[in-house]
């Protein structure tokens, strides 16, 4: 795994346009609360993972009337479903979650936005990335939980080959959200630290 060297650092949380995303790219976009996930996998389509409530909700106001015409995305899907890129972004911006990203002070503090999209481990090729999406659209990836296998988690599975429930910005910003509540040696038990 992880046949793509990590590079030089790189910009992160950069809106791209439709012409910069490469098959194989994990991309997100901002749905307000929260970012939404998933694999470009080429020719204007994305394989992501989501819950019915989003399903329905999402797809009811991008599509009032009946399916897409482009992808046949209807209210009530749920699971690891195949859209198009117009159905994924419901009218947001499109980023791209990087990998390889060289560790640096600002860019794993918890305090610190950057720390949500991207990480430091490496990444499969864009083949193996999109063959793991297929498949996942035909085996499912589990149930939905927002916490523990989420959209995100998804991404990072299809990128990976690992499934990594601590890696994701969601589950960082539930525990940015905690840390005033919680004393810094449960944090650090919490994320599995080293006590040496």
């Known amino acids: ?10 910009p992160i949380n950069v809106v791209l346009s439709r012409s910069e995303i490469l098959p194989g790219d994990h991309i997100y976009t901002s749905r307000g609360a929260y970012d939404h996930h998933g694999i470009y996998i080429g020719e204007n389509r994305v394989i992501h993972f989501q819950n019915s409530v989003e399903g329905t909700s999402f797809a009811s106001s991008t599509h009032p009337f009946g399916p897409c015409s482009v992808c046949g995305y209807h209210s009530g899907m749920s699971g690891v479903v195949l859209t198009c890129l117009d159905c994924f972004l419901h009218a947001g911006n499109i980023c791209r979650y990087e990998y390889g990203v060289k560790p640096g002070l600002s860019t794993f503090l918890p305090a610190s936005p950057e720390r949500k999209w991207c990480t430091a481990v490496s990444c499969d090729p864009p083949e193996i990335v999109i063959r793991r999406a297929r498949d996942l659209l035909k085996d499912g990836f589990g149930t939905y939980n927002l916490l523990w296998n989420n959209c ?24 940015d959200m905690l840390q005033p509540f919680i004393s810094f040696p449960a944090a650090v038990f919490v994320l599995g630290g080293n006590r040496n």
Request: charged content about 10%.
């Open 1 to 10: 795994m992880g046949n793509v060297p990590a590079g030089p650092s790189k």
């Open 152 to 175: 995100e988690h998804f991404a990072i599975f299809c990128k990976t080959g690992q499934y990594m429930p601590l890696q994701g910005g969601q589950v960082n910003w539930t525990l």
